[in-house]
């Protein structure tokens, strides 16, 4: 019995324990909660604010019409944010960890690019510096490492690209080489630096049924504006991170050791 503490806090200290040490696997389906008021000789009130307290934690999960489920627990994505700017890679989108995650034999997957010609929102023309009436260029991806849903990514170009030539931005599949190269072989347009914001929100519904993570989860939200050779911004990439399972890196400096396992945090 618990002394000194509320009960639902011993009642989901004891489950986590359970939890860590193997006894409720992932994938195991939790006790009912009369069958865990049972145990607990407690009121349903009760049990139910100590799996609402895991689930926030990561390691319980709800599925609708099927009840309460033992979390995968995901060894964290490691982003490195800072890559060269004329590379167009950084901020989730490719070489640096990537290559990473082919060492260790985790499998990337991205979802086919969804593009679409939209007017640009308050955000997206205040960043990349046009009328709010302004069509840009929408490409979105989804994800994947391990079958895991990693990310959620969009980029937005400037109509100015398609109109010089650069269509392959209107074209529903990967560019080959990546979107920088491809727009400086074929406009000139050369990227030269970028600036990032990254900030913290609760997920929106969309993001929650993607990720499969709770409804007051945290998502990090990755804004990175990169500027051409006239200092002219080019394009604008969004990139939305669940906290549960991801970590970014940011390096400064040209000798900065690689990662290791200690400095991932794992």
């Not at 023309?125 to 009328?131: I, N």
């Not at 269509?167 to 080489?177: F, P, R």
């Amino acid at each position: 019995m618990p002394q000194n503490q509320p009960m639902y806090r011993f009642i989901a200290d004891d489950l986590r324990a359970k939890i860590d040490n193997g006894r409720l696997d992932a994938g195991v389906k939790l006790a009912t909660e009369g069958e865990l008021s049972e145990e607990y000789k407690a009121s349903r009130n009760t049990v139910r604010e100590a799996i609402r307290r895991l689930t926030d934690e990561g390691l319980l999960e709800s599925r609708p019409g099927q009840g309460t489920f033992v979390a995968q627990q995901i060894d964290p994505f490691v982003t490195v944010l800072s890559a060269d700017p004329g590379t167009g890679f950084g901020g989730g989108e490719g070489a640096t960890y990537l290559s990473k995650i082919r060492e260790e034999h985790r499998v990337p997957r991205n979802t086919i690019p969804r593009v679409e010609v939209v007017t640009a929102s308050d955000a997206v023309a205040r960043l990349l510096d046009v009328t709010q009436d302004s069509q840009v260029v929408s490409r979105s991806q989804e994800r994947y490492i391990d079958e895991i849903p990693w990310s959620k990514q969009t980029t937005f170009y400037l109509m100015d690209f398609i109109t010089k030539g650069a269509t392959d931005l209107l074209m529903a599949k990967d560019i080959e080489g990546g979107a920088v190269p491809y727009l400086a072989e074929k406009i000139g347009v050369k990227q030269t630096w970028y600036r990032d914001w990254i900030t913290g929100r609760l997920a929106t519904e969309e993001e929650q049924i993607f990720f499969k993570i709770s409804h007051n989860a945290a998502v990090f939200v990755h804004s990175r504006v990169a500027f051409d050779q006239g200092n002219i911004p080019m394009r604008l990439t969004v990139t939305i991170f669940p906290v549960d399972r991801n970590q970014l890196i940011v390096n400064v400096g040209p000798n900065v050791p690689p990662l290791t396992d200690d400095a991932e945090g794992r």
